[in-house]
């Protein structure tokens, strides 16, 4: 099974232009027999782009413009072989994907598309494809298209595999989750994919949008298909596997607190399983309550809070400029929280639109963490809007929550969720520790 894009789009292979020239020729694939004109997608993309790049990773760039005009979203992929200067950094964009529709329709879509170029090996495979017609047919699903796994590879996956239904078969009740970026695992999973372990199998993992749609139809003999979920993967952490992968099962109920969990992983850079791990769910995430969408303030999004936790744990895992960072996140919308804030600097983003400062774009991430240098919280309302950075955190701890060797970021985080209906993400500088506080105590922390 390999994704592929579920959108309507346009390919073309550009050499030798600029990043002006490569935008005005997608805007022109974009509107193709659309009631659109080429200079209008233009001027929106292009004035977008002279406030804020939309380069989301070393090669990969992801310009966008919202027209409500538009009745669907389109994409048009640039692929440019001997890359582009995109905004002055050393390293030179070879894929952008122009994302034109409307509001509705266009966070989900960039969410799904960042995923699918997540999975290992798809940037090399688009880049060196050498025609529209070989990027179609990958960007289709077509297996003969997708990224190589090297014999190695699919031997320790064999290994891995065998080792994890092994414990599955000794833990009768307990899930397996298969963490993963690369969507052909599906393939490699052998008795895992098999009754009776199919049945308590689970693939986490990004870019499985459209492999979630493959699966048999109910009376066939395949009934029971490996469960898929798309999402974020969450940084490796010193344990291994990475705990946190297990989030999205815990949010939608399939996974419980005081559940154990076994919890395969592998190196996103190859593709492959490698790690088998069980996870004690309640001592590894700390989850005393549960964490679903009833335990979130009235307004915020789930999806939110998940982007949220991903940036903090990229945070944790990466620092900035070879340096740990800390830092607070305060989710939710109630009213009271105008009364224990005060901002420290200048707003950051004031001027900017509420699309263009969510922190649900793919494309905000690296300005994210560049913020996070900066002392104070981090300000978002329940859709994922960034209101605001810098800001001083004035709510009041009950003291009887508080915990011996708390520092005052963690102090503040938990006193900003006593004073009003908001969540707060605590970021620890020193340990990368991330806690989720609400209702002034701790709702999970890991």
């Known amino acids: 099974m390999h994704p592929k894009i579920a959108v309507p789009f346009t390919i073309r292979i550009l050499r030798s232009m600029s990043r002006d020239e490569v935008l005005r020729v997608l805007a022109e694939a974009v509107v193709a027999e659309r009631q659109v004109s080429t200079e209008r997608v233009f001027r929106v993309v292009l004035e977008r782009e002279s406030s804020l790049s939309s380069r989301v990773s070393e090669r990969i760039a992801m310009p966008h413009a919202i027209l409500e005009e538009m009745e669907d979203t389109v994409l048009a992929l640039g692929i440019c072989p001997d890359g582009v200067d995109w905004d002055g950094r ?23 598309v960042a995923r699918f170029l997540q999975v290992p090996g798809i940037l090399e495979t688009i880049v060196q494809s050498g025609s529209e017609s070989a990027v179609r047919a990958l960007l289709d699903g077509d297996e003969r298209f997708a990224a190589p796994v090297e014999a190695r590879t699919l031997s320790v996956t064999a290994a891995t595999v065998h080792h994890a239904a092994e414990l599955a078969r000794v833990l009768p009740n307990v899930l397996v989750v298969i963490s993963t970026s690369n969507p052909g695992i599906i393939r490699m999973l052998g008795p895992l994919a098999e009754p009776p372990l199919v049945y308590r199998t689970y693939v986490v993992g990004p870019g499985l949008d459209s492999v979630s749609g493959t699966q048999p139809a109910a009376g066939s003999e395949q009934d029971h298909a490996v469960k898929v979920v798309s999402a974020d993967r969450f940084p490796e952490d010193p344990y291994g596997p990475a705990a946190l992968t297990l989030l999205p099962l815990l949010t939608s109920g399939v996974i419980h607190p005081g559940s154990e969990a076994i919890l395969v992983s592998g190196h996103s850079e190859n593709g492959g399983l490698d790690a088998v791990r069980l996870v004690d769910v309640s001592r590894e995430l700390q989850v005393p309550e549960g964490f679903t969408e009833s335990h979130l303030p009235r307004g915020v999004r789930l999806e939110v809070v998940l982007r949220a936790l991903h940036l903090a744990a990229e945070l944790g895992s990466q620092g900035r400029e070879g340096k740990s960072v800390g830092t607070i996140i305060v989710i939710g919308d109630d009213k009271r929280l105008a009364n224990y804030t005060q901002q420290m600097i200048l707003n950051p983003f004031t001027g900017y639109s509420e699309t263009d400062r969510n922190i649900l774009d793919p494309g905000l991430s690296e300005t994210f963490k560049e913020l996070a240098k900066i002392d104070g919280a981090f300000i978002v309302s329940g859709d994922g809007t960034l209101q605001a950075v810098g800001t001083h955190l004035a709510g009041r701890p009950d003291p009887q929550e508080m915990e011996a060797g708390l520092g005052a970021r963690h102090a503040a985080a938990l006193g900003i969720t006593a004073s009003a209906d908001v969540l707060a993400i605590c970021l620890s500088e020193s340990t990368g520790t991330i806690t989720l506080y609400h209702k002034g105590r701790h709702l999970m922390r890991r």
Request: net charge negative; proline share 13%.
């Open 90 to 112: 050393n390293d030179p964009v070879q894929l952008v994907v122009l994302l034109v529709g409307p509001e509705e329709q266009h966070l989900p879509t960039m969410a799904s």
